[in-house]
């Protein structure tokens, strides 16, 4: 539970929500109890605590499910709501950590059937805007699908002055570093290059967004995989 106590201590930012999404919180943890097995998440006063105690009271195990960010990982798991007290959640420690991946930006891939088109302006392509292909996306940058022919262009460190692109309904624009780019390995789902960006400049509203976007697909993947199980 070495990972519980990092995200009490450093008052971790969590995603809660019910099995069916009825209520949903983004939240951080705020107490690691060890001696009654407990994790306490800070409660705003507008939450509708009445509400998910009666859609708990339906659900089976009256669970809710859990994303946290720490510094070294980024944690899924689900735990048995116990009671709200004076702006807090309790919940029991879960008895499994469901998975555990180990970088802070969790990069999303698109949902099947939606394309991010990342429309690129440089001085390398100066007679149209470049469209790509986004291959995945997380609050800290993006990478995209290029020609291998492309590749020449994108070395490490190169400042794109403006990339744009769409993201559910809303436009988002900011500055982007190459980070890496590389061949793909043949016989995958792709054919070409796989640039890695950093995003540079950003305004805080779009990488709020972005932020919320990614804990939303986060989500999902966690449902699928917790079906899978």
């Known amino acids: 539970m070495n990972f519980l106590r990092e995200a009490a ?7 809660i929500w019910t099995r069916e999404k009825g209520r949903a919180l983004q939240t951080y943890c705020t107490l690691f109890k060890s001696s009654d097995q407990t994790l306490q998440f800070h ?18 195990g009256a669970c809710c499910f859990f994303s946290m960010s720490l510094p070294r990982a980024n944690i899924f798991f689900e735990a048995e709501f116990l009671e709200a007290i004076p702006g807090a959640l309790k919940f029991k420690l879960p008895v499994t950590l469901y998975k555990v991946q180990r970088r802070r930006d969790i990069r999303v891939p698109p949902p099947d ?14 007679d149209h805007c470049l469209q790509r292909k986004a291959l995945d996306i997380s609050v800290g940058g993006l990478s995209i699908l290029v020609e291998e022919a492309d590749l ?5 460190g190169r400042v794109i002055p403006e ?52 804990a939303e697909q986060q989500r999902k993947q966690f449902i ?3 079906k899978k199980g």
């Open 9 to 15: 201590s450093g008052s971790c930012s969590a995603m």
């Open 43 to 60: 409660c705003p006063k507008d939450f509708d605590v009445a509400g998910l105690q009666q859609e708990l009271q339906a659900s089976p």
């Open 113 to 126: 059937g939606y394309l991010i088109k990342v429309e690129l302006l440089e001085s390398f392509f100066p």
């Open 152 to 156: 020449v262009y994108f070395t490490a």
């Open 163 to 214: 990339i744009r692109f769409p993201l559910a309904n809303r436009r988002i624009s900011c500055a982007a570093e190459v980070r890496h780019a590389s061949k793909l390995p043949s016989g995958g789902r792709y054919s070409g290059g796989k640039v890695g960006m950093l995003f540079i400049g950003m305004a805080d509203a779009d990488q709020r967004f972005i932020q919320d976007y990614v």
């Open 224 to 226: 699928v995989f917790m």
